[in-house]
């Protein structure tokens, strides 16, 4: 079946920091994939998408390559800040977001000034 | 941009009550939201798929009795937890699907904690 695969947390940095999480997936055809984020005590808020190969979704300074060859979908960040500390889940759906989305375990990102 | 009502955002309850956790769609019809589970530290349990007008599609090792959704208008789904015990105490998450734009919203959770 589908799955999501996350780099394990948590993941400490200092500000200015570049930031990775990886990301692999499974999926028969072709997933759409995401990137959310959760502050704590809230719920999950959209990052970035993209929903075929080589689309390269962005926001906030946050980018991830939909790389089909590689079934990966990873997350960076040239320049972190503390404000940036929360829990990041990957996830795919089956059919341009009309579908269940399946997440990954989520990595905890702390930030340290 | 759509957004998603989540209601109570915390809730305490004793063991054996039931507890109704609303999510609405507040500028947008959802024919489709689904009900997650949050473990501390663990990523999201998809629970239940809710379509409007029909029974929800519960997945594998949830109890259909024991959380009872109910979808019963395009802008509402409700999720029931019945019978409530410690063991249910978790953050819950319903998200929609906006068929216009194709894009999920997530509601802002609720805090349950059976006592």
């Known amino acids: 079946g589908n799955s999501v695969t996350q780099m394990e947390g948590p993941v400490t940095l200092s500000e200015e920091a570049f930031l990775t999480i990886n990301c692999t997936y499974t999926?028969?055809?072709?997933?759409?994939l995401f990137w959310y984020v959760q502050y704590p005590g809230e719920g999950l808020q959209l990052l970035l998408k993209a929903t075929k190969a080589d689309d390269k979704g962005s926001n906030k300074g946050f980018e991830a390559t939909y790389r089909k060859e590689t079934t990966s979908f990873h997350l960076e960040k040239g320049s972190v800040q503390v404000s940036d500390s929360a829990v990041y889940f990957c996830?795919?759906?089956?059919?341009?977001?009309?579908?269940?989305?399946?997440f990954g375990t989520g990595t905890r990102l702390q930030v340290f000034p | 941009g759509a957004v998603v009502s989540q209601h109570p955002s915390r809730v305490i309850c004793k063991s054996g009550t039931s507890v109704k956790i609303e999510c609405r769609s507040l500028?947008?019809?959802?024919?489709?939201m689904f009900w997650y589970r949050q473990f501390p530290k663990q990523s999201l349990m998809l629970m239940a798929t809710s379509n409007e007008g029909s029974k929800a599609t519960y997945e594998q090792g949830v109890e259909k009795d024991k959380f009872l959704i109910n979808h019963a208008s395009l802008t509402l789904s409700t999720l029931t937890v019945t019978s409530a015990h410690p063991e249910d105490s978790s953050f819950y998450i319903c998200?929609?699907?906006?068929?216009?734009?194709?894009?999920?919203?997530f509601g802002s959770g609720t805090r349950l904690t059976v006592v």
């Open positions: 996830a795919l759906s089956d059919r341009q977001n009309t579908d269940k989305l399946i």
């Open positions: 998200s929609a699907v906006d068929r216009e734009s194709n894009g999920y919203t």
């Open positions: 500028d947008f019809q959802a024919t489709t």
């Open positions: 999926a028969t055809g072709y997933p759409s």
